[in-house]
């Protein structure tokens, strides 16, 4: 299902956070944005998972508005992982990830037999069915990072938007879950703050500053010296990763420009 930003803007406080982006994520494909902080990255995908209501623009859906879905038909087919996906009760890792179920489940329906077979396929894709028992609280960041993308992966979307999901994994992990996301056939929407991993995971790249939309292609056309001096003000050289071709970014520490 494709994913597609049009015209949207979000101001707060007679602040423009997130200026006319649009942007489009096609079926099944990975895009990541990326930028300094504070350029509106985490604020876009917060209206594609409906906690924020864009001032103007369109969330598109396939062919459908976002904001025309009922929260539950939204949460059937968007799930999210975001920075501030806190779990404040000690619930178990299982508990946690059945609750990827609920947009599914009537009331307090229980778990089918494929259900229950589902939770524990992400716990196994994951790397966390030895926590199964353990409660969240107990986890480390990264341990509670894979179980929370093991929760959205168990909601079965069509469109998946990942906040960081990099964030306290070692590197193992953060190379297993970017593979997860390129081989899961799911249309991906990804904040990065790591241009290699995000070169590397990618099909496009988007970069955003100040809100705005500066350019958006493949990574080898996006991630160029010039461009990263622009946006992040530091100087890089950019090689070709010798087993795979995709481009990587050599940085200087040398503050000279």
Known sequence: MDLRLDGLSVVTDGRSLVRDLSLNVAS???VGLV???????????RC???????SSGTVW????DLSRLTVRRSAQVIAAMTQDG???LDFTVEEVIALGRTPHLQGNQALSPRERELCERAMDRLDIRHLARRGVLTLSGGERQRVLLARALVQEPEILVLDEPTNHLDVRHQVEL???LRGSGLTVLVVLHDLNLAAAACDRIGVLREGRLVT???????LTPELVHEVFGVKASIVSHPLTGDPQLLYSLNPSP
Request: proline residues 8%; hydrophobic residues 35%.
């Open 35 to 45: 930028g300094p902080n504070g350029s509106g990255k985490s604020t876009a995908l």
């Open 61 to 64: 859906v396939g062919e459908e």
């Open 28 to 30: 099944g494909r990975v």
């Open 216 to 222: 958006a292609g493949t990574p080898g056309d996006v």
């Open 48 to 54: 594609v998972y409906r906690a924020l209501r864009p």
């Open 178 to 180: 970017l593979s997860l």
């Open 86 to 88: 806190a779990v404040d």
